[in-house]
């Protein structure tokens, strides 16, 4: 029997790093550094999860036919050349050896990492060749994972390596690089620095998305300044507002932006209008930027399709704006938009458009990370010293749960392989009733101590998300927020965000039963086939071990914990004031 094509994706030397294995242009595994070494957003070399790699495909090195890594260096410092100097020299390309050995540096890294991870058991061998793949062509590849047969496909992010924005044309097994904006004009770094401003730590987007809609539209007119559309869906950055340094990120405002905006919000500081005002325009602006590229595309490509990748393509609120506001019939975002994804669509590129292979695999679910036994999962609750009980019957366990949560109990669900992205999709999830809107408060009193203005998404069967939500297709991945249905408002409160919407997850049953099975349930109990889905964490990165699934329940007040088929309600004070120290020990 022929061995598989095996190709690894490998992301170091900036945020979120990590690696996925393509089998036979398949996805294997897709692991994220941080759910290993508790660090959000880490940027060190995913070494933990290439342990994990090791031990859970049991393939070595030798069974690798190429390593791909979704950077081009030589392209990234072309950019910064043609953007400091205004011109790329023709002798760049001669240049480009020596320039190689300093401008290279992730792939001089990439080749050591690997070779001392060889090391560490003990052998040697050459190391399969390392790819390097565009960034966006890296982002805009998971489109040879999406449903569509052909689509057109956007990139956003805070930069790539020749650009923050680019279009490709998906036909088949092959993409077509379209155009690409400014380097340095850059909504994703716009809106970071946004954040910044507004007393969030970088990557917190979403908190400045969600606080957005309870401000007003005070300074929309004066942030467009900001933001100059042009023709044929360009836009460019206002720099009297703000400025770029020689790398490439933008700076902190400009004194014009200060005076016009006011000063930086320190980090805990009250919250005042001008702070909300300030984030309903960032986002106002966002929206009517991406919806003047978007438009362009409708209008110059003739698919109906919408693939959007890269990090902006994580704001549920534009994209559902695409989908309502453009002739785009269906908008499909993948789970692992950001960086998170960037080395699974890396072994795409290369397996798809570099080797030519036809398409045979569409992404129907995000659950490509570890799983644990359920021995391990006893050696952990017994460590702790909790009791617990083991339902072997799954219609009995489903039932008990939904039960628990039509009596406002908060459930802890820890199922399967962990999801990959940054969003909890149903293995690793808190899990709470919608019909009540004091369980939001409980939720952020007791687990996630968070804004008070920041929403719960609602997860919901897919043949019913009509019934509750202005949508007409399928969101497995939380990456749409449509209205609540006028009438539902008040069956579903804990669920509607102020500004009467919902970041809808759609659940299928075949591509996760159990997880459908626990909603349907708790439809067929109170006539409701929604839950309140939230990502089970409490200021870290979303559980992965059992062991830390344990240490999440006891520092928290959840009222049950659901591990597979093991049940657990016991609250053990001793417990729980050593599951506090050894996290404390391990964030210090």
Same mark, same amino acid.
């Given at each position: ?145 999406? %449903? *569509? +047969? $052909?689509?057109? &496909?956007?990139? #956003?992010?805070?930069? !790539? ?40 730590? %970088? *990557? +917190? $987007?979403?908190? &400045?998305?969600? #606080?957005?809609?309870? !401000? ?373």
């Amino acid at each position: 029997m022929a061995r598989s094509l095996n190709i690894l994706g490998l992301i170091s030397r900036t945020h979120d790093t990590g690696l996925a294995l393509l089998r036979d242009g398949v996805p294997d595994v897709i692991f994220e550094e941080e759910r290993f070494n508790r660090k959000k957003h880490t940027q060190v070399f995913p070494d933990r999860s290439l342990e994990a790699f090791f031990e859970t495909t049991k393939l070595s090195f030798a069974d690798i036919d190429y390593v791909t890594m979704p950077w081009d260096t030589k392209a990234l410092a072309g950019a910064f050349y043609r953007t400091v100097t205004g011109s790329m020299p023709a002798s760049f390309n001669l240049l480009w050896p020596a320039a190689h050995a300093t401008q290279d540096a992730r792939v001089v890294n990439l080749w050591m990492r690997l070779q001392v991870a060889l090391r560490r058991k003990g052998r040697t061998m050459k190391l399969p060749p390392i790819v390097q793949v565009g960034h966006h062509d890296a982002h805009a590849a998971i489109y040879f994972a999406s %449903p *569509f +047969e $052909e689509a057109s &496909v956007v990139v #956003l992010d805070g930069y !790539g390596d020749r650009s923050a924005t680019s279009a490709y044309a998906g036909v088949g097994n092959r993409l077509e690089h379209m155009w690409n904006l400014g380097f340095f004009d850059s909504l994703g770094m716009l809106y970071t620095c946004s954040t910044q401003h507004l007393g969030f730590k %970088p *990557f +917190e $987007e979403g908190t &400045v998305m969600a #606080l957005a809609a309870c !401000g007003e539209p005070t300074y929309v007119d004066r942030f467009r300044d900001l933001v100059i559309l042009e023709d044929e869906g360009r836009f460019r950055l206002n720099r009297e507002y703000l400025s770029v340094h020689t790398h490439g990120l933008i700076r902190p405002f400009t004194q014009k932006f200060l005076d016009t905006f006011g000063p930086p919000r320190a980090p805990g500081e009250e919250m005042k209008d001008r702070h909300r005002d300030l984030a309903y325009a960032v986002q106002a602006v966002t929206e009517e930027t991406v919806l003047h590229i978007v438009r362009h595309i409708e209008k110059t490509q003739p698919s109906k399709n919408l693939v959007i990748s890269g990090g902006v393509g994580l704001n549920c609120v534009a994209n559902a704006r695409i989908l309502r506001d453009t002739n785009f019939e269906r908008v499909w975002v993948p789970p692992c938009a950001s960086d998170t994804g960037a080395p699974l669509g890396s072994t795409l590129w290369h397996y798809h458009q570099t080797l030519g292979h036809e398409r045979s695999f569409e992404l129907t679910h995000p659950f490509y990370g570890k799983d644990y036994s359920e021995d391990e999962v006893v050696a952990a609750l017994d460590a702790a010293g909790l009791d617990y009980v083991r339902i072997d019957n799954d219609e009995e366990l489903f039932k008990k749960v939904a039960q628990d949560l039509a009596d406002q109990k908060i459930v802890g669900w820890f199922q399967g392989r962990y999801e990959i992205g940054p969003r909890a999709l149903g293995n690793r999830s808190i899990l709470a009733d919608p019909r009540s809107l004091k369980i939001k408060d409980l939720i952020n009193a007791r687990i996630k101590y968070r804004e008070p203005f920041r929403p719960f998404a609602p997860a919901v069967l897919l043949e019913r998300a009509g019934d509750f939500f202005e949508v007409d297709q399928p969101d497995p991945y939380m990456t749409l927020a449509p209205r609540v249905r006028a009438d539902k408002v008040d069956v579903i409160p804990a669920a509607v965000h102020v500004d009467g919407t919902g970041r809808i997850q759609t659940v299928r049953r075949e591509d996760n039963p159990r997880y459908y099975s626990v909603i349907e349930a708790f439809g067929d109990l109170t006539g409701v086939p929604v839950l309140i889905n939230t990502s089970f964490n409490r200021h870290e990165p979303i559980v992965t071990t059992p062991a830390e699934a344990v240490s999440c329940y006891l520092r928290t007040e959840m009222d049950r914990l659901v591990m597979g088929n093991i049940y657990v309600k016991d609250r053990n004070s001793r417990a729980e004031e050593l599951a506090q120290i050894a996290f404390d020990k391990l964030h210090s």
